[in-house]
């Protein structure tokens, strides 16, 4: 998959939590943000079907799209990137992870601050957040509690936010 320069600054990741707002979303934001679709929830067919349908809409608006699976997935679905472990897009919670993400176009490290998606699970906090970023290969993305506040709090321009975009 071909590394992107400039690295969209914010990007919109896909559940089913979001799926409602999705449309919505990706025309509120900022031209060339970026949108990871991850959709695990729906059966192979329905997914690649939304998947075309949100790829189309985020091109429109000139946003980057990375698919969640393999490489050969997103090329065959005509992704700009792969997301997950090994992929373009590589997650990141621990120094471990961000060694083995040394290859990726950037990496997802999380969870910044409390999140819905683990509630009560321990959050990595500014201090920790800038320490392990400092240690990544790539570009880091901040994904965890996200949104244009927790941003500023956490004094990092690229981020990904899930819930930051119900409304």
Not at 7 to 21: F, G, T, Y
Not at 119 to 147: E, W
């Amino acid at each position: 998959m071909a590394r992107l320069k400039p690295l969209p600054a914010i990007w919109l990741v896909s559940d089913e939590r979001n799926d409602a707002v999705l449309e919505a979303a990706l025309k509120r934001l900022p031209r060339g943000s970026g949108l990871i679709f991850r959709h695990y929830h729906l059966p192979e067919a329905q997914r690649r079907a939304r998947f075309a349908a949100l790829a189309r809409l985020a091109r429109a608006k000139g946003h980057i799209v990375a698919l969640a699976g393999s490489h050969a997935l997103a090329r065959r679905w005509g992704a700009d990137l792969s997301y997950g472990p090994g992929g373009d897009l590589a997650p990141a919670h621990s120094l471990r992870e961000l060694g083995r993400a040394r290859c990726a176009v950037a990496v997802l490290l999380s969870p910044a601050f409390p999140t819905r998606s683990h509630p009560g699970a321990a959050s990595l906090g500014p201090l920790r957040f800038r320490l392990l970023a400092a240690r990544a290969a790539p570009p880091v993305i901040a994904l965890g509690g996200m949104n244009p506040r927790a941003a500023r709090r956490l004094g990092w321009a690229c981020w990904a936010g899930i819930d930051a975009f119900l409304r």
